[in-house]
Structures are given as structure tokens and as C-alpha cells.
């Protein structure tokens, strides 16, 4: 007879039948009775299609009073949200409709031996704390009034994320004074620099709910935030660009640690159940992928402060982080929160969720949310600065004049930084409105180093400088600063494509096409890539350049005919340069070309004077690029006095 199965691993998930746990990378999951054994059924039936009616002979015992439909159906949602599938994208449950289900990732089994049970359960009962098994869902009236309730209350959990970072920041402070006479570098799992490296993965929205999305990626955002700020000097926290690659994915910890370059990470996932909240968070060491520190909240809405407490407390006791935090506890971190403040927080983190999409409804979205968090709460500096940058890159990214955008940016800038002088995020987006719209090249320095100063693991204030002092031609600190930038946010495709613009002004156009090509590999179609096709010019390869512009989607604005009529141009094909620069003069009901871009099919063509009379106008509205000084494309009219008086204008005289 052979022995019963009592391990099934699939993917990074291993199942213990004897101890009746589900892992992940060796660490324990959260998993209730019910969807525990719809799992088993799939895994023991992993080439076939489990049936409705298998699952229901097996879970629910035909003597039991419940809504099986409902039951079973919550069951699978909760199962997908314990192993982060999805079910329009199933990467391990296929839903087949009006059949059943089906596991549709290979499954490996283990047959037990009588009287054994699973290391992997012996260590991690060690390890974990107890945990209460949550109460079943009953019936439909109260999973309805659940989802009703937790879009009306999402903001409590924000005031549970700040808990849990504010329970981290007192902890290490205690730690502090713990560790302080020790002289142990080796073992600090610092990185050469000196700074502790900490990757927040995304956390795990296990409501079910995909619109409630927006919340479990602004928790992220936030907890990455204010960590970031705790104490710069000693840590370093990965951007959310970064990280947020890794979103239900099942990449182990040991290629997080390679890609990334931390030594912890912290996970975490956060549910709603009626009108009980529940958060687990988790800090991991990378190099062992040993438990720092974990544990499960589950408290009632009313409960927060008490909450608050225990989660200090327990922090303090059990992470033995090597860290020496020098902020004083109460710096950074909003421990009690009003309720018209929570409020504009949850908007706030919705505007986040929708700016950081980088289009142009997003943007749209991201205001409107900004403006709302606004006026629930006026004093809101997060809220301002938030607005701003929303107006900024509208602007940046030709959605609206700058004339229209930049002086909104500029007033609710202001008004952040009046509200809060230590938000590092309005610093920079005052710092970026100097640099392209006032060409006030010495105010925009002076405010990105305000910026880092205040919050050195802000990737974007590292960025944004780099690039300014790319623009007035300081290439060795512009490159410096922009591989700090990369190393807060290692996987950001815009950090990585402006680093590919700064070896290009800099003229190292190998570097520059072999940079932006790494980029293009993790996104084919990222925009600010398709700079390649200059330094393709610049070295002659005009049918590289060619190929790249063909495959290349619709862009805004004439762009691929702009581009095109140039490299034509530099090739010496003048009828089909002309031939493109006619598509982009008289574009078939769509937008008006963008004015610098017809300069530069100009400047392919060789007509100088035509070009300089499109670069007049667009310094005269503002539309200019600031990269004039050091593009190379604007080589050929540097001679010319028209030029050097824009250049002049702009604050960028040679």
C-alpha cells in the first residue's frame, strides 16, 4: 500500500498535510479551514477539473446549514488571496465557468512516513506566535454589509499602517541602547557604504476585493515613506517603483536580494471582515531569509489606540535590528490622527495610486483626489504637495501649457512647504518648477539639496537633480547622483531611461545606447526610452535608429515623424525626410504638433533658420527643452547668435 502523500509543493508554496499549513519560501500562511481543503482537493486532482459539486461533498457536509454558492466562493477568493493569484490572470487556479476549477502550475509529492512530521512545521511552530483562527463568514447579509462598510472605512487601516511603522521607529530606538556597546561590522548586515539596505514588498490585499486595490499599493507607499525618513544616515529604503514589481509575484526572497540589494525586507497583507480590521506585517533577513520579527493584528475599529501600544511594545521586545535611529521618536511618525485627517489620508493615498500611473487620465484622477483630501482637511501639507506634482508632470508631460499648469504647482507647492517646511516632497516639486519653468537654475539646486537633506531616500529628489545638473553640464556629479537615485529605486524604467540621458548629453553615446536598451528589455514600449534613437545618430547607425522608431507605438504630438524627418535627414534620405516632416505639419485630426519637435525635424534637414525661428517660439511660451545647453542635437546651431541669446534667456550662456 503506498504511503499517503504528506507534502504537495507547487510554485514557492509547499503544503503539510499532517500539520495542515501552507508555506511560503519555508514561511508560514494564514489559511482557514475551508479554503484549506478546497486547496487539498485541487492539489490531490492537479491534472483534472474539480467539480462544484466535488468541492461541496468534501467541504460542506450536506447536514451543514450554510449558502454553499456564497461559501464556496468566498473560500476561493480568500485561497487566491493567500497565494496572490488573480482570477482573470490565474498563475495557480483556473476558474472554468460552469464546471469547477483547476490547478494549472506543475505539483510535486511527498510521501510521509508514519509517526513524522514536516520540518518546515516543527521550525516554524517554533517561530510563530499563535494565532486565532478568524470566524467564518455568515451568510450572505454579513458579506454584504462588509463590502458596503470597508470602502466607507479604509482609512482606519491607514491609521494601522502608521501604528506599525511607529512601532518599528520605537523598537529601534530600544534597540539603540541594546546594542550600542557592541563593535560587531560584519554581522551588522550593513552594506559597504555603511547603510542598511530595507525593501517594503508590496503588502497583500486579501479582502477579495480588487476596487480596494488602490489601499493595500497606498499602504505600501506609505509605509516605504516614512520608514524612509526614520534615519537616512544608517538605512536605506527601496523606492515603490521598485518593489512594487513584485507585486503578486513569486519571486524568492534571495532574488529580491539580488536584484535590489537588501539585507530585510517587510511584508505584510491587510483584510477587512466586517467591522474587524486585521494586519500582519513581517521583517525578514535576506541573507538567511530567517523571521526578525512577525505577528498578526486583529482588533475591532474602536481599538486603535490600544493597538498602537501592543504593537510598540511588541516590536521593542522581539526586532533585534542592528540599527541606531538619531531622529528623535515623535519626528516623523503620526501615532494619533483626527478622523478629518485619516480621511484626507485615504484620499490622498488614492491620489498617489492613480498619479503614479504616469498618464494622462491618472494625473487627472490624482488631482481630483489631491483636491478632495484638500478640503476635507486644509492643513493637509501631503495633500498640496501631491496636488502639485500632479500639476507639474501635466505640464512636464505636454498634457497642458506650462503657462496654464506651473503656477498651480507653484502655489500648492508653497503652500505645502508653508504647512510643513520638513516635507522633502514639496522641496522637490518647488525645485522642479524652478528648473523647467523658471529656469532659476540656483533655486532648483538649492531645493533638491534641501529635499535630500531632509529625506535622503527620497529616489525622486535624487533623480530630478541629477538631471539638473545634467542640463547645466555638470556631468560627473549629475552621474553620481542618479546612481544614488538607482540605488534607492534599482528597477525604476524613468530613472533608469534618464540615466541613459545623461551619458548621452555627456556624449558617451555607447554607454547611453547600451543603458536605454536595458530598459527597453524590461518595457519594450517605455516612452522615455525611445531617446535611443539620438545616440543611434550620433554613432551613424541610422538603420538601428530606423528599426527602433517603426516598432515604436503612437506617441503624442507628432513625435515618431519628428523623429523620423531627423534621422532621414542625418542619413542624407532628404525626400523622405520631407515626406515625414509633411505628416507632422499636417497631422490627420489630431493634436497640433508639439513646436520643439518640428526644430528638431528641421535641424535633420539641415534648415537652420527655420529651426531657430520654432526654437523662438517655443522659449517664448515656455515649451522649450531645458536640455538645450547639452543635446546634441542642437549642435549644429551653437554658432548661431539667435541661439546663444535663447541660451542666455534660459540661464545657460556658454
Same mark, same amino acid.
Request: glycine letters at 6%; proline letters at 6%; one cysteine or more.
Given at each position: 500500500?503506498? &504511503?499517503?502523500?504528506?507534502?504537495?509543493?507547487?510554485?514557492?508554496?509547499?503544503? &503539510?498535510?499532517?500539520?495542515?499549513?501552507?508555506?511560503?519560501?519555508?514561511?508560514?500562511?494564514?489559511?482557514?479551514?475551508?479554503?484549506?481543503?478546497?486547496?487539498?482537493?485541487?492539489?490531490?486532482?492537479?491534472?483534472?477539473?474539480?467539480?462544484?459539486?466535488?468541492?461541496?461533498?468534501?467541504?460542506?457536509? &450536506?447536514?451543514?446549514?450554510?449558502?454553499?454558492?456564497?461559501?464556496?466562493?468566498?473560500?476561493?477568493?480568500?485561497?487566491?488571496?493567500?497565494?496572490?493569484?488573480?482570477?482573470?490572470?490565474?498563475?495557480?487556479?483556473?476558474?472554468?465557468?460552469?464546471?469547477?476549477?483547476?490547478?494549472?502550475?506543475?505539483?510535486?509529492?511527498?510521501?510521509?512516513?508514519?509517526?513524522?512530521?514536516?520540518?518546515?512545521?516543527?521550525?516554524?511552530?517554533?517561530?510563530?506566535?499563535?494565532?486565532?483562527?478568524?470566524?467564518?463568514?455568515?451568510?450572505?447579509?454579513?458579506? !454584504?454589509?462588509?463590502?458596503?462598510?470597508?470602502?466607507?472605512?479604509?482609512?482606519?487601516?491607514?491609521?494601522?499602517?502608521?501604528?506599525?511603522?511607529?512601532?518599528?521607529?520605537?523598537?529601534?530606538?530600544?534597540?539603540?541602547?541594546?546594542?550600542?556597546?557592541?563593535?560587531?561590522?560584519?554581522?551588522?548586515?550593513?552594506?559597504?557604504?555603511?547603510?542598511?539596505?530595507?525593501?517594503?514588498?508590496?503588502?497583500?490585499?486579501?479582502?477579495?476585493?480588487?476596487?480596494?486595490?488602490?489601499?493595500?499599493?497606498?499602504?505600501?507607499?506609505?509605509?516605504?515613506?516614512?520608514?524612509?525618513?526614520?534615519?537616512?544616515?544608517?538605512?536605506?529604503?527601496?523606492?515603490?517603483?521598485?518593489? +512594487?514589481?513584485?507585486?503578486?509575484?513569486?519571486?524568492?526572497?534571495?532574488?529580491?536580494?539580488?536584484?535590489?540589494?537588501?539585507?530585510?525586507?517587510?511584508?505584510? &497583507?491587510?483584510?477587512?471582515?466586517?467591522?474587524?480590521?486585521?494586519?500582519?506585517?513581517?521583517?525578514?533577513?535576506?541573507?538567511?531569509?530567517?523571521?526578525?520579527?512577525?505577528?498578526?493584528?486583529?482588533?475591532? /475599529?474602536?481599538?486603535?489606540?490600544?493597538?498602537?501600544?501592543? /504593537?510598540?511594545?511588541?516590536?521593542?521586545?522581539?526586532?533585534?535590528?542592528?540599527?541606531?535611529?538619531?531622529?528623535?521618536?515623535?519626528?516623523?511618525?503620526?501615532?494619533?490622527?483626527?478622523?478629518?485627517?485619516?480621511?484626507?489620508?485615504?484620499?490622498?493615498?488614492?491620489?498617489?495610486?492613480?498619479? !503614479?500611473?504616469?498618464?494622462?487620465?491618472?494625473?487627472?484622477?490624482?488631482?481630483?483626489?489631491?483636491?478632495?483630501?484638500?478640503?476635507?482637511?486644509?492643513?493637509?501639507?501631503?495633500?498640496?504637495?501631491?496636488?502639485?506634482?500632479?500639476?507639474?508632470?501635466?505640464?512636464?508631460?505636454?498634457?497642458?501649457?506650462?503657462?496654464?499648469?506651473?503656477?498651480?504647482?507653484?502655489?500648492?507647492?508653497?503652500?505645502?512647504?508653508?504647512?510643513?517646511?520638513?516635507?522633502?516632497?514639496?522641496?522637490?516639486?518647488?525645485?522642479?518648477?524652478?528648473?523647467?519653468?523658471?529656469?532659476?537654475?540656483?533655486?532648483?539646486?538649492?531645493?533638491?539639496?534641501?529635499?535630500?537633506?531632509?529625506?535622503?531616500?527620497?529616489?525622486?529628489?535624487?533623480?530630478?537633480?541629477?538631471?539638473?545638473?545634467?542640463?547645466?553640464?555638470?556631468?560627473?556629479?549629475?552621474?553620481?547622483?542618479?546612481?544614488?537615485?538607482?540605488?534607492?529605486?534599482?528597477?525604476?524604467? /524613468?530613472?533608469?531611461?534618464?540615466?541613459?540621458?545623461?551619458?548621452?548629453?555627456?556624449?558617451?553615446?555607447?554607454?547611453? /545606447?547600451?543603458?536605454?536598451?536595458?530598459?527597453?528589455?524590461?518595457?519594450?514600449?517605455?516612452?522615455?526610452?525611445?531617446?535611443?534613437?539620438?545616440?543611434?545618430?550620433?554613432?551613424?547607425?541610422?538603420?538601428?535608429?530606423?528599426?527602433?522608431?517603426?516598432?515604436?507605438?503612437?506617441?503624442?504630438?507628432?513625435?515618431?515623424?519628428?523623429?523620423?524627418?531627423?534621422?532621414?535627414? !542625418?542619413?542624407?534620405?532628404?525626400?523622405?525626410?520631407?515626406?515625414?516632416?509633411?505628416?507632422?505639419?499636417?497631422?490627420?485630426?489630431?493634436?497640433?504638433?508639439?513646436? +520643439?519637435?518640428?526644430?528638431?525635424?528641421?535641424?535633420?534637414?539641415?534648415?537652420?533658420?527655420?529651426?531657430?525661428?520654432?526654437?523662438?517660439?517655443?522659449?517664448?511660451?515656455?515649451?522649450?527643452?531645458?536640455?538645450?545647453?547639452?543635446?546634441?542635437?542642437?549642435?549644429?546651431?551653437?554658432?548661431?547668435?539667435?541661439?546663444?541669446?535663447?541660451?542666455?534667456? +534660459?540661464?545657460?550662456?556658454?
Amino acid at each position: 500500500m503506498a &504511503s499517503p502523500v504528506c507534502k504537495y509543493r507547487f510554485g514557492p508554496f509547499e503544503l &503539510s498535510t499532517r500539520a495542515r499549513e501552507l508555506f511560503k519560501h519555508g514561511r508560514k500562511l494564514k489559511l482557514r479551514p475551508q479554503p484549506y481543503q478546497v486547496l487539498l482537493l485541487l492539489l490531490e486532482h492537479s491534472e483534472d477539473v474539480v467539480t462544484r459539486e466535488q468541492v461541496r461533498d468534501r467541504v460542506w457536509a &450536506s447536514d451543514t446549514f450554510v449558502d454553499f454558492e456564497h461559501g464556496l466562493n468566498t473560500a476561493i477568493k480568500e485561497l487566491r488571496g493567500v497565494l496572490s493569484d488573480s482570477a482573470k490572470e490565474p498563475r495557480y487556479i483556473e476558474t472554468l465557468p460552469k464546471l469547477g476549477y483547476r490547478l494549472i502550475v506543475p505539483v510535486e509529492r511527498e510521501a510521509g512516513v508514519a509517526g513524522t512530521e514536516p520540518a518546515a512545521a516543527e521550525d516554524h511552530e517554533q517561530q510563530l506566535p499563535a494565532q486565532e483562527t478568524p470566524a467564518p463568514v455568515e451568510g450572505k447579509a454579513r458579506a !454584504n454589509e462588509a463590502s458596503r462598510t470597508w470602502t466607507r472605512n479604509a482609512w482606519v487601516l491607514a491609521a494601522i499602517a502608521t501604528t506599525v511603522l511607529a512601532s518599528l521607529f520605537f523598537s529601534m530606538r530600544l534597540i539603540r541602547a541594546r546594542t550600542a556597546p557592541r563593535e560587531e561590522p560584519a554581522a551588522s548586515g550593513k552594506t559597504p557604504g555603511g547603510r542598511l539596505m530595507l525593501a517594503v514588498l508590496p503588502f497583500e490585499n486579501l479582502t477579495g476585493d480588487a476596487g480596494e486595490e488602490y489601499f493595500s499599493d497606498g499602504m505600501t507607499e506609505e509605509m516605504i515613506a516614512q520608514l524612509g525618513r526614520l534615519d537616512p544616515a544608517q538605512m536605506g529604503v527601496i523606492a515603490r517603483t521598485s518593489v +512594487m514589481r513584485y507585486k503578486r509575484s513569486a519571486d524568492a526572497l534571495e532574488q529580491v536580494k539580488r536584484e535590489l540589494g537588501v539585507q530585510y525586507v517587510l511584508e505584510g &497583507s491587510v483584510r477587512r471582515d466586517g467591522d474587524r480590521v486585521r494586519v500582519t506585517a513581517e521583517l525578514i533577513q535576506t541573507k538567511d531569509q530567517s523571521r526578525v520579527w512577525g505577528k498578526e493584528y486583529d482588533r475591532g /475599529i474602536s481599538n486603535l489606540i490600544e493597538l498602537q501600544a501592543e /504593537i510598540a511594545e511588541a516590536i521593542a521586545t522581539e526586532v533585534d535590528l542592528k540599527l541606531a535611529p538619531s531622529r528623535p521618536a515623535s519626528a516623523n511618525l503620526e501615532s494619533k490622527l483626527s478622523a478629518p485627517r485619516l480621511e484626507a489620508y485615504d484620499l490622498y493615498l488614492r491620489g498617489r495610486y492613480f498619479w !503614479n500611473k504616469r498618464t494622462a487620465e491618472g494625473f487627472q484622477r490624482a488631482k481630483e483626489y489631491f483636491q478632495q483630501a484638500i478640503d476635507k482637511d486644509p492643513s493637509y501639507a501631503r495633500a498640496y504637495a501631491g496636488l502639485a506634482d500632479a500639476y507639474a508632470l501635466r505640464s512636464s508631460y505636454a498634457i497642458v501649457a506650462p503657462n496654464e499648469e506651473m503656477p498651480k504647482a507653484r502655489d500648492a507647492a508653497q503652500k505645502a512647504v508653508q504647512l510643513d517646511p520638513t516635507l522633502a516632497e514639496a522641496h522637490t516639486s518647488l525645485a522642479v518648477i524652478a528648473q523647467n519653468y523658471d529656469w532659476d537654475w540656483k533655486t532648483a539646486e538649492s531645493e533638491y539639496r534641501r529635499a535630500i537633506e531632509l529625506d535622503a531616500n527620497y529616489a525622486t529628489a535624487h533623480q530630478w537633480y541629477a538631471e539638473e545638473l545634467a542640463l547645466v553640464g555638470r556631468f560627473p556629479e549629475s552621474l553620481t547622483e542618479i546612481d544614488r537615485a538607482r540605488s534607492l529605486d534599482p528597477l525604476s524604467l /524613468i530613472i533608469g531611461a534618464d540615466r541613459g540621458a545623461i551619458l548621452y548629453y555627456s556624449r558617451q553615446y555607447d554607454r547611453a /545606447i547600451e543603458q536605454f536598451d536595458a530598459v527597453l528589455e524590461m518595457q519594450p514600449d517605455f516612452p522615455r526610452a525611445g531617446m535611443v534613437v539620438y545616440p543611434y545618430v550620433q554613432e551613424r547607425k541610422y538603420p538601428e535608429a530606423l528599426a527602433t522608431i517603426e516598432r515604436w507605438p503612437a506617441l503624442p504630438g507628432g513625435r515618431p515623424w519628428a523623429m523620423l524627418a531627423y534621422v532621414y535627414g !542625418n542619413a542624407g534620405e532628404t525626400a523622405n525626410a520631407r515626406r515625414a516632416l509633411g505628416k507632422l505639419l499636417a497631422p490627420r485630426g489630431g493634436p497640433k504638433p508639439i513646436t +520643439m519637435l518640428i526644430a528638431v525635424a528641421e535641424i535633420g534637414l539641415g534648415e537652420k533658420e527655420k529651426a531657430l525661428d520654432y526654437l523662438e517660439a517655443a522659449y517664448a511660451d515656455r515649451t522649450i527643452s531645458t536640455a538645450v545647453k547639452v543635446d546634441p542635437t542642437f549642435d549644429p546651431l551653437r554658432s548661431e547668435p539667435r541661439f546663444q541669446k535663447i541660451l542666455r534667456g +534660459m540661464g545657460l550662456a556658454q
